[in-house]
């Protein structure tokens, strides 16, 4: 897939007031610091379409990017570590939760992970309730160029296994990305657009 145009379109905490256009829909989460903006603006080639920050948490909003004018990006905020009031976190599972489970646009969620490090329990149970609750989503593995290729698959293949211990059948589509050299970029636009071409037969 060939990104020729993407442009932010609105944010908000209300799911209701979401775009209501037909079109797919591609939300991508995780914990805070993992990556995703700078992730975000690799797969669109834009510096600066996601806001970036070293201050973790940054993200708040439901964030909606058109892209292609033919499907939606959605940055949706960090969970885990970041430095925000008690109360704050409340109202950002709420949204989080309602998003997944009312948003009818949406084709697949990304479920970003620090390759770097072991799996951590928020990230696990929050592929366990997407599961449970029937959403499909695909595993992104981040910073990846700050690992030899051997650790990569090394530690790539010891996260797929603890989910297959677990209570998963088979494990998740998972890509090995780095938004410094774009390792992953062609095969997760690929897996998009693999999806978006099956959206658009069937509407």
């Known amino acids: 897939m060939k990104i020729t145009s993407a442009e932010f379109v609105m ?15 591609y939300a991508f989460i995780g914990r805070s610091n993992v990556g995703k903006s700078s992730l975000i603006n690799m797969l669109v080639e834009r510096k600066a379409l996601a ?18 004018n033919n499907w939606f990006l959605v940055d949706l905020p960090g969970y885990g570590y970041a430095r925000v009031s008690k109360k704050d976190k409340k109202t950002f599972q709420k ?53 030899k290729p051997a650790v ?8 797929l296994q603890i989910l297959l211990e677990g209570a998963w059948e088979e494990a998740p589509s998972h890509f090995t990305t780095s938004s410094t050299n774009r390792m992953g970029r062609k095969e997760l636009l690929d897996f998009i657009d693999g999806i978006n071409q099956q959206f658009f037969k069937k509407n």
């Not at 944010?11 to 829909?25: D, G, L, M, T, Y």
């Not at 806001?51 to 292609?68: A, D, E, V, Y």
């Not at 990569?152 to 996260?159: G, M, W």
């Open 152 to 159: 990569i698959e090394k530690q790539a293949n010891a996260y």
């Open 51 to 68: 806001k970036t920050s070293g201050r973790p948490g940054k993200t708040q909003l439901i964030n909606h990017f058109k892209i292609n």
């Open 95 to 147: 949204y989080i939760t309602e998003y997944f489970q009312k948003r009818k646009q949406l084709v697949c969620g990304f479920v970003l992970v620090d390759i770097r490090h072991e799996p951590q329990p928020v990230d696990l149970e929050f592929m366990e309730w997407l599961g449970t609750n029937q959403i499909p989503f695909a595993i992104i593995f981040t910073k990846a160029d700050k690992l």
């Open 11 to 25: 944010s908000n905490s209300n799911v209701a007031k979401c775009p209501n256009e037909p079109i797919p829909e």
